[in-house]
């Protein structure tokens, strides 16, 4: 519990001093070691993460005295060391952790890794885990990491939380970093990879700890909402045998009611807060989705006007395939299928799944068997998980008859 809590926190704050978050880690790395031994012996301290950062310290201080040599060197590490003597004295040290977000998710850092360089820097994850969550070789992983890091000591980026100004465009950037980290774990479907499962949840701390540090802005509450609305509903995702069952189709009495009221106050918070942009109108869906535990029916013409607001925003034509299947809910499958037809010509969207699935379902509610059925066999050929791959067959065999 100390290392979870602690771990990010102290990082960002030795960093902070030195720019070096490589080094920040080697040395808070030595002082849990230095504890393991000191607790089991003389007990926890009053004050753990004083303690750590002590040990921290010292560890960080020795190691750039063997880099440093001169008098300007020696003024430099003795005034690193009264400051982090000072603070260490005191029970409340500067949480500086979104600082340290900011810097992972900075312009100059791959926009690839930043969720990874997150999950270590502020949640402990070596890089054979988050490589494994990730699908990289570990060695990769491991190379990125440590290039981003370098990154950040030599283009001297700051830990620094941004001004107003360029705080919302920053912001942006670690919020989509938080929430690749959770759409990694919502993968796992089942929650039977504990490693993937775990990003999902660490997604949400993380979405926790930038609401709690930024209370006023709307798009932090938006995301924490939106991955609460989701999570919320693992339980009922698959069958008794592990077959994949759709959201229309979900047993509301699995999903978790006291996740959703949590997301709901969220969303009621974030919507008084102003600007609404992409988060929040994702949760919106989710909330319009979840309704049907109330009402017996989502809420597809909200759905369908919610989707409409986000296209407005992303412009992504994935966005425009959900709203065809919202539109087909709420004003009939022709109306879904025309909002399809006008994505001819998307390139990217021949090998998307999720266009090919929903075109199948709505050609065959049309009755246009051949077409469905060749759709389906598109959607079936291009997904990867059998329990989905296994749904869509049935659908198609059920759906298209001589067809096939």
């Known amino acids: 519990m100390v290392a979870r ?22 040395a808070l790395s030595e002082a849990f070691a230095s ?96 490589a494994s969550a990730f699908l990289v070789a570990p060695q990769t992983m491991a190379q990125r990491l440590v290039r981003a890091k370098s990154k950040i000591r030599e283009a ?44 999902a949840s660490e997604g949400i701390w993380l979405g926790r700890l930038v609401a709690s540090l930024l209370p006023d802005e709307p798009e932090a509450l938006g995301l924490l909402a939106l991955m609460l609305y989701a999570e919320s509903r693992r339980a009922a995702r698959r069958g008794a045998e592990g077959d994949y069952v759709p959201l229309g189709q979900q047993d509301t009495a699995l999903w978790d009611v006291p996740m959703i009221e949590e997301a709901e106050a969220l969303l009621r918070r974030a919507s008084v807060g102003g600007d609404t942009g992409r988060y929040q109108l994702e949760a919106a869906v989710q909330s319009a989705h979840l309704v049907r535990r109330l009402s017996g029916r989502a809420d597809w013409a909200a759905i369908e006007r919610l989707y409409e607001l986000l296209f407005e925003i992303t412009h992504s034509p994935v966005v425009m395939i959900n709203r065809a299947v919202a539109a087909a809910e709420s004003r009939g499958a022709e109306a879904g299928l025309a909002l399809l037809d006008g994505l001819d010509g998307e390139k990217a969207l021949a090998e998307y799944q999720p266009y090919w699935a929903a075109r ?34 049935e659908r198609r065999g059920a759906r298209c008859g001589k067809a096939n």
């Open 156 to 199: 001297r980026i700051p830990l620094r939380i941004p001004e107003h100004g360029e705080l919302r465009e920053r912001l942006d950037t670690v919020l989509e970093a938080i929430y690749a980290a959770f759409a990694e774990g919502w993968t796992d479907p089942g929650g039977t990879e504990s490693r993937r499962r775990n990003l």
């Open 360 to 393: 199948a379902d709505l050609l065959s509610r049309l009755n246009r068997r051949a077409e469905a059925s060749e759709a389906y066999q598109r959607a079936i050929g291009l997904e990867t998980d059998p329990a989905v791959r296994r749904f869509l067959q």
């Open 5 to 26: 809590q602690s771990y990010g926190k102290l990082v960002a704050f030795l960093a902070a001093r030195t720019g070096d978050v490589a080094g920040a880690e080697d």
């Open 35 to 130: 504890a393991l031994d000191d607790w089991s012996v003389n007990g926890v301290p009053r004050t753990p993460e004083a303690w750590l950062l002590t040990a921290a310290r010292r560890k960080l201080i020795d190691a750039g005295r063997r880099r440093r040599s001169g008098d300007d060197a020696a003024d430099h590490l003795r005034l690193m060391a009264d400051e982090m003597e000072a603070v260490a004295n005191e029970t409340d040290i500067p949480d500086r952790r979104l600082a340290l977000m900011f810097a992972c998710a900075h312009p100059a850092i791959d926009q690839g890794i930043r969720a990874p360089l997150i999950l270590q820097t502020i949640l402990g994850f070596d890089a054979a885990t988050i």
